[in-house]
């Protein structure tokens, strides 16, 4: 159902990444875009696209695309 409901443009929130959409946006973020872009060609919410590549250990970026320092 919820397949259908994406390919109907509808926004799924709530929902996790599946592994394939964690692939896919850890490529799309690597290729150098935002979070938010990458959450816009997947159809996900902003939120929802960092924690799960949070969770997959991808380093995120500071708001100004340079690579964060170690703490």
């Known amino acids: 159902m919820q397949r259908k409901l994406r390919a109907m ?17 850890a490529r799309l973020y690597a ?4 979070v938010a872009k990458v959450a ?4 996900r919410g902003d939120n929802a696209v960092r924690n799960a590549l949070i969770r997959a250990g991808v380093q995120l970026r500071t708001t100004h695309g340079r690579a964060r320092e170690s703490p």
């Not at 816009?40 to 159809?43: A, E, F, Y």
């Open 9 to 25: 443009g509808v926004r799924m929130y709530g929902s996790s990444l599946s592994a394939e959409e964690i692939v896919e946006a």
């Open 31 to 34: 290729s150098g875009l935002t």
């Open 40 to 43: 816009s060609k997947l159809g």
